[in-house]
């Protein structure tokens, strides 16, 4: 998870006061912020539809609105080797339905960006009806080249699919250019913002679909307190009909709202651009050390991997890492770092010199 900057714990903080006294709550502030996060958030995915943009409280709810409303009566469903759980789960139910599921893993080779790519690319056949993937692959940062993946999927009538959680917010992406059917984030990590909470994109495909939960705010006319016990069953436009109940959160809003808008001032290019700078010596200096990193083609600056030289074991690495005070997460076989604007090249020093040690020690 991400760390909350100041004016995103403060919003929190001034929505848990605003509920002391809810009489001050009118009809249209249900309404107003939200409106306001959707034209945030498609400014930074460069969508000029804000309905297609809803809230969600997780990536899972996000992929199950997916799952349940797939124009498809079987067919195959492409993932990635050692995805996350929540971009899992929503495909291996759909077996009893006639969906097959095929798990692309990741190549055990030195071009492993690369490999993995093409291998997915090669992967998707007349048979396939959804390609189920992230931008970046969240243990270790590896690149997927969304426009080639696209381009394929036109081909054979495929839906792209893409868990955004581990990329947007710190990495540029436009659905203009990748042109997925829905884009599903989480916004604890990259967007900034607090635990439970998201925001989704979803294409024309799913205009017409059936929504997982049946709620009030996403009908017609539901700005119309005095009249909602006259039921409607016509949906918002577009991708509205997706939202969660009890999306005017007032407490959430309001935190991930600030969020976005300092992520827009920092921009994804520029965040790229100083990561790049701030991590590529550090970087090369480890693989002088014996560590095994992904070129950068083929990876996010952001999120990515860091294998271990023959003789470390994990275990003993997390051990001078702990002591150094150095956070990263272990994902599979990989050392994860996730650098962001509030890294410096102090931070990197203490890296290299944890993941030094070892090999120190190792020789002596």
């Known amino acids: 998870m991400s760390p909350l900057m100041k004016k995103v714990e403060n919003a929190g903080i001034k929505g848990i006061k605003a509920k002391r006294k809810p009489f001050r709550i009118g009809p249209e502030e249900f309404f107003h912020e939200t409106e306001t996060v959707r034209q945030l958030f498609s400014t930074l995915i460069e969508n000029e539809e804000n309905e297609r943009v809803v809230i ?3 990536a899972s709810y996000g992929l199950a609105n997916v799952a349940h409303n797939l124009p498809f009566d079987g067919g195959e469903i492409v993932i990635a080797g050692e995805q996350f759980p929540s971009n899992v789960y929503p495909w291996t139910a759909l077996s009893e339905k006639g969906f097959e599921i095929t798990t692309i893993a990741a190549p055990k080779s030195a071009s492993r960006g690369e490999d993995w790519n093409n291998d997915i690319l090669n992967a998707i056949n007349e048979q ?12 270790d940062g590896t690149l997927f080249k969304l ?14 699919i893409i868990d955004g959680t581990q990329s947007v917010g710190a990495m540029p992406f436009s659905v203009n250019k ?15 913002g607090p635990y439970s909470i998201g925001l989704a994109y979803y294409g ?17 006319k539901s700005d119309d307190f005095a009249g909602l016990v ?56 480890l693989r002088e050390m014996g560590y095994s990193i992904e070129n950068d083609e083929w990876r996010g600056h952001h999120l990515f991997g860091v294998r271990l030289p023959k003789g470390i074991e994990i275990d003993a ?48």
């Not at 990748?178 to 900034?192: H, N, Q, T």
């Open 204 to 220: 024309p495909v799913f205009d017409r679909g059936m929504p997982i939960e049946q709620n009030w705010i996403n009908r017609i």
């Open 230 to 285: 006259k039921y409607e069953e016509t949906y918002r436009e577009k991708a509205l009909r997706y939202e969660v109940g009890e999306h005017s959160n007032f407490i959430l809003v309001p935190m991930i709202h600030q969020a976005l808008k300092q992520i827009l001032k920092w921009n994804p290019v520029g965040i790229q651009e100083y990561l790049k700078e701030l991590t590529t010596d550090p970087l090369n200096e």
């Open 128 to 139: 396939t009806r959804v390609v189920a993937i992230g931008h970046v692959h969240w243990s």
């Open 147 to 160: 426009e080639l993946i696209r381009e394929r999927l036109d081909q054979v009538g495929g839906l792209l």
């Open 317 to 364: 690495l997390k051990g001078f890492l702990n002591r150094n005070r150095v956070s990263v997460s272990t994902r599979g076989d990989a050392i994860r770092i996730a650098p962001h604007v509030y890294n410096d090249e102090m931070d990197m020093r203490k890296l290299l010199k944890a993941m030094k040690e070892p090999i120190l020690a190792q020789k002596n």
């Open 56 to 58: 969600i409280p997780s």
């Open 178 to 192: 990748f042109r997925p059917d829905a884009v599903i984030c989480s916004g604890y990590k990259w967007l900034m």
